[in-house]
């Protein structure tokens, strides 16, 4: 379902890093050829991540594929949310800054992308 942003501040230009902007160009070939494959079936939706015909994919399927995902990868149950620590982690791990960090996530004070949510 769509829903609008939190607040004013959450409409933004965020700047990415090289890894992130790779991600998602190589995540828009594997689109194009959905959309391809697809053909007449494809439903522009405007979304990023879609279905492989082009729709909304369900928040349902999301969370069922994740723990699929942590299963076989024979971790410890992990909450969905988990992965917005891991992210800002990986990020510190990978010497973003701080504040490009903040940014990304929209945090406007810095003390609480680190105190919160980087972790070693």
């Known amino acids: 379902m769509l829903m609008p942003v939190k607040s004013a501040k959450s409409r933004r230009i965020v700047e990415l890093p090289t890894v992130c902007i790779d991600a998602l160009r190589a995540h828009r070939e594997r689109q194009d050829q959905e959309r391809y494959l697809a053909g007449s079936r494809w439903k522009e939706s405007g979304y990023i ?3 492989t ?8 399927k999301i969370l069922k594929e994740f723990n699929a995902l942590v299963a076989a990868a024979r971790l410890p149950k992990q909450r969905f949310h988990d992965l917005w620590h ?5 990020l510190g791990a990978m010497s973003v800054t701080v504040k490009v960090i903040a940014g990304i ?5 810095v ?5 919160i949510y980087q972790h070693v």
Do not use: E, K, M, N
């Open 86 to 90: 891991a992210c800002i982690s990986l």
């Open 105 to 109: 996530v929209g945090h406007s004070d």
């Open 111 to 115: 003390r609480l992308t680190q105190t």
């Open 49 to 51: 991540f879609t279905s």
């Open 53 to 60: 015909i082009g729709t909304p994919i369900d928040d349902r």
